[in-house]
């Protein structure tokens, strides 16, 4: 034993003296010399020095989590000579393209200090779509991760469809440590499947049996012009109690704006849709309300289209504000369903009463030209009722006041027609009257016929503050009635204008998610709060892909809406 205790004493003498033998060493190795825009490398310090270490970054690195540090030692029986190395390791990614300088690295040893090599690595874009994830390369791995984008180069607005997929050679039975997707700028995103639910397949690819994942499927619309880089998903997939970290390509698409010369009846449709006009009665009596929906149908980016302000003329006054259904759903093709826009008149004027054409421009980037759609006519026949006056209006006014003095016994108009010129003139004075009646009718009915269409006007008005109580009737009417779909998209819509006005003064700025949580970080919002209003606009989008049930209680979702629509209003 003694003796073991000795040999083990020498060596350790042996190895010391070797190490301070060794010529002092400094190396930086970045085992790729060509990165894509984004994906992670690592930089890794090799030396036979122990002491304090500094490395030269570019500007533009950004650190990763993964950061290690370790030692070898190795024995030359030949020489006799030991020698250990270590190596300190970092990961990160680079944003920008471009070529950069990584180093020196400089490690003080004693009162020395050791001077490393520069490293250049070259950062660059790549194209990354579905055909380019299943070359030979990807098979050499365990596992793959790629982003199937549906087209590089889109307009803005249209819907374009994004697909997270990993190829595996074996069958995961979990995964953790997920990080989805992100972009470089904000977009409007809706997942067509339920969130981080993976569905794997068996499939055949190039000769090679692998298992195909998907998952987080979304439709996105952008509606700014640039290029749209896509940070890619990364996640470990567990097999039994290992694992293995997959990170996909970065993707990218581009978006371009929408071509020149739109009409004046666009109303930032991109997609193909149809407009038409729905009536709630044919007939009516002077003073009644009659309902008019204005149906604008079809798919693309139906949600965002601008609502109509219609000029209703002399014969119908606009009582109250239309009211707004949607009943639309999240597909491949964009938003998909319908809006209606309901109009409650009072019809002012007895006859027919005609409602205008409506004319509706939209950009169909299939064919990439804007199209302009009418509705079909539309009208009524409203009956004469002597007992109804026009509320708030002059000229009813100054008729009800000339047929009143008309009718006084005392005026001065009875006894003009006391004379035999007055007879004459009241005899002929129908007669020419009916003709110009007859004249004018035909000359109207001339003018109907040639009428133009009437181009729907967009008025935007700048929405600064929202009222709680009339948010939440709203939303207690639909929870009485158990209207499921329409009470989770009028809370959506009430989310989201109550977030824009809290965070920039105006309800029609649309705030991306990311958005809305560093506004909530900036205001020191609770974790609780961030956590109910997260919880709650992620219902209400499973809700209009139908993932929420009809038996389902309301009256919570109501009280946490409650919560928080009074704290943004504060």
Known sequence: MVIIRYVSFILSLFTAY????????????????????????????????????????????????????????????????????????????????GTFTIGPAFIRHGNKVYKSNKVRIKVVTEESNAASTLDENIFRKPATGAIEVEKQKIYCGEAIVLQPVIYSKFIPNGFVDYERCTFSTPVDQHFLVKPDEVTPTQIN?????????????????????????????????????????VRAKRAHFKVVPLPGGAPKSFLGGVGTFKINHEIDKLEAKQGDIVTLTVVISGQGNLHDISKPKIDFGKNFNLYGDPEIVENLKFTTKGAQGEIRIIYHLQAITDGFSKF????????????????????????????????FVLKNDTTAS????????????????????????????????????????????????????????????????????????????????????????????????????????????????????????????????????????????QKCELCRYGGQKQEDDLSVYLTNAETILKTLEK
């Open 18 to 97: 070797s190490a301070l033998a060794q010529k002092p060493h400094v190396e930086i190795i970045v085992e790729q010399s060509e990165v894509e825009v984004g994906n992670q490398f690592t930089i890794i310090v090799k030396s036979n020095l122990m002491g304090e270490l500094k490395i030269n970054l570019p500007d533009e690195f950004e650190q990763g989590v993964n950061v290690f540090s370790r030692s070898e030692q190795d024995f030359d029986g030949n020489t006799g000579e030991s020698t250990r190395t270590v190596f300190h390791g970092r990961s990160g990614s680079i944003h920008t393209a």
């Open 398 to 537: 100054s008729k009800e006041m000339s047929v009143t003095h008309f009718n006084d016994k005392n005026s001065v108009s009875k006894s003009i027609f006391t004379s035999s010129t007055a007879k004459w003139v009241g005899f002929s004075a129908p007669v020419c009257a009916a003709f110009l009646f007859l004249l004018f009718r035909r000359k109207q009915g001339e003018e109907e016929e040639e009428e133009e269409p009437q181009a729907i006007q967009v008025f935007e008005q700048k929405v600064t503050q929202f009222n709680t109580g009339e948010f939440l009737s709203v939303l207690q009417a639909h929870a009485n009635n158990r209207n499921v779909l329409p009470f989770f998209t009028q809370l959506s819509k009430d989310l989201q204008v109550a977030t824009s006005i809290a965070a920039k003064g105006d309800g029609n700025w649309v705030l991306s998610t990311d958005e809305k949580k560093q506004f909530f970080e900036d205001e020191n919002f609770s974790e609780e709060f961030k956590s109910m209003f997260f919880d709650l606009q």
């Open 356 to 387: 205008p054409n409506l004319m509706m421009s939209y950009f169909d980037p299939k064919q990439e030209k804007y199209c302009t759609i009418t509705s079909q006519p539309a009208q009524i026949v409203v009956e004469s009722n002597p007992s």
């Open 205 to 245: 690819a190039n000769g090679h049996k692998c298992y195909k994942l998907e998952f987080n499927r979304q439709v996105v619309f952008v509606n700014s012009p640039g290029e749209i880089f896509i940070k890619p998903f990364q996640m470990t997939l567990k097999s039994g109690f290992e694992g293995y970290s």
